[in-house]
């Protein structure tokens, strides 16, 4: 097979991983980081080059030697909200890249973002949308676009929604508890299978710029959700209160319109009963 050029993935974890088989399969030459020794044999055995790395305030700066040698920079790992220092080691990470960047070949860099940027307007949200984040992960991916998009570089902000998939079952969240609010708020959700064709068809695409929304097309109510979810998953069913106070519907017209792309698992709900 034709060799399509490199891609470098920084974090190649739950999304990071499926996403470097489907290039290897497409015929790009992947490498990518992680911070676990124990992941290093399994990325070779994958057709990985893999990197062993740990951002952290306090540790040293790595050196990752040929791994920005590449056409496109892929960052797929969030910030850490379980760890204390999560979000300052994710600083660490974005201000070492744009360090970088700028000896590097890398024309394109694409952020996996998140629509926790915008509000729950109680409107449609599409990309025109002003961001207005309400959480500490929101504003720190804010920032983090804001400072990408001051490089030299093609960047590309994928904004995903909700993920769900294998090992990302959703019933567990609300299983059991009562009188939960907002019941009747439709969710935003993507399947893992979507984020990885998405990113797959933006990457394809040459012209492709700027941000990008990604959510499942079909949005179901929250207690419509969870309930279904806790049933497939053998769980105490869930209760909410039926109101609809602070939402949003997260919309995608660039993913669907201009790059054409059609979702594999266009409803979460048909997906939950697949299972």
């Not at 379980?82 to 860099?109: A, H, T």
Request: proline fraction near 7%.
């Amino acid at each position: 097979m034709e060799n399509k050029g490199d891609i470098s993935l920084l974090g190649c974890g739950w999304l990071g991983l499926p996403l470097a088989k489907s290039l290897i399969f497409s015929g790009f030459t992947v490498k990518a980081t992680t911070t676990s020794e124990s992941k290093l044999e399994v990325f070779r055995d994958e057709g990985i080059d893999p990197y062993l790395v740990q951002f952290s305030v306090a540790g040293q700066i790595p050196d990752l030697g040929k791994f920005f040698d590449t056409e496109t920079l892929i960052i797929t790992i969030p910030p850490g909200r379980k760890d204390p220092n999560g979000f300052e080691n994710y600083q660490q990470m974005i201000q070492f890249v744009c360090k970088q960047l700028p000896s590097s070949n890398i024309s394109r860099v694409i952020l996996i973002s998140s629509t926790s940027v915008y509000a729950d307007n109680n409107d449609e949200v599409d990309e025109r949308v002003k961001v207005q984040p309400e959480s500490d992960s929101g504003i720190l991916m804010v920032d983090t676009e804001l400072l990408l998009a001051n490089q030299h570089v093609n960047l590309i902000s994928l904004r995903l929604a909700g993920l769900i998939g294998p090992d990302r079952m959703p019933g567990r969240f609300f299983a059991g508890k009562s009188n939960i609010p907002n019941g009747l708020a439709p969710i935003n959700l993507i399947h893992l299978n979507d984020a990885v064709g998405i990113i797959n068809t933006l990457i394809k695409n040459k012209l492709a710029s700027g941000i990008y929304n990604a959510c499942a097309p079909l949005h179901p109510t929250k207690a419509e959700f969870y309930t279904l979810a806790a049933e497939v998953e053998g769980l105490p069913r869930p209760g909410f209160i039926l109101e609809k106070n602070k939402w949003k519907i997260i919309t995608c017209p660039r993913i669907e319109k201009e790059l054409g792309y059609q979702f594999e698992i266009p409803s979460s709900m048909e997906w939950l009963v697949s299972l």
